[in-house]
């Protein structure tokens, strides 16, 4: 149990370090313009967009979250958090998962609180590959994660709640 206890402590303050890819206001270059604090005070505010997979992402993710130099991934049996990190030439890549163990094996996960706007992937040369106009929300929510329990996430640019 204890071990559990220390992965949520991690997870959390991953999470809180995740996205912020200079959003914040004490961001290096803004300080002095008020114009462009209040910019980045207005970004860092931002709801967290949760884009379904309609065949952009892995097939085991059923909602992400992408930012520049973080991404989240909501699959069935887990989160997962990747983040990037500038390394001298190269850079460093994070990968953090936390599970739900005991949970069921196939909840409901399920858009809420629609957002205004859609989502579009062009990769590839192949337009019938592409996905165009697919809804964003500023939420997702596990339904039945555990009997009678249901799991919502949400949060602001760098904050996951």
Request: hydrophobic share 35%; net charge negative; glycine share 12%.
């Given at each position: 149990?204890e071990t559990?206890y220390?992965r949520?402590l991690i997870?959390?303050?991953l999470v809180?370090?995740?996205?912020t890819?200079g ?9 002095g ?12 505010s ?6 379904p997979?309609?065949g ?25 958090i990747?983040?990037?990190?500038s390394?001298?030439?190269g850079?460093i890549t994070?990968?953090v ?7 069921s ?5 399920a858009?809420?609180?629609p ?15 592409w ?7 500023g ?23």
């Amino acid at each position: 149990m204890e071990t559990d206890y220390l992965r949520v402590l991690i997870f959390v303050g991953l999470v809180q370090m995740a996205g912020t890819g200079g959003f914040a206001a004490d961001t290096p270059g803004l300080s002095g313009d008020p114009a462009a604090e209040n910019a980045s005070l207005e970004i860092a505010s931002l709801p967290l967009v949760f884009i379904p997979n309609a065949g952009q992402y892995d097939q085991s993710v059923a909602y992400a979250v992408t930012g520049p130099e973080s991404s989240l991934y909501f699959t069935p049996r887990e989160i997962v958090i990747v983040k990037e990190e500038s390394a001298g030439n190269g850079s460093i890549t994070h990968i953090v998962r936390q599970t739900f163990p005991g949970s069921s094996d196939t909840p409901a996960i399920a858009g809420a609180d629609p957002l205004p706007g859609t989502a579009n992937f062009f990769t590839g040369n192949d337009s019938a590959k592409w996905q165009t106009g697919l809804a964003t929300y500023g939420a997702v929510e596990y339904r039945d994660l555990y009997p009678g329990i249901d799991l919502r996430y949400t949060g602001t640019t760098g904050t996951l709640k």
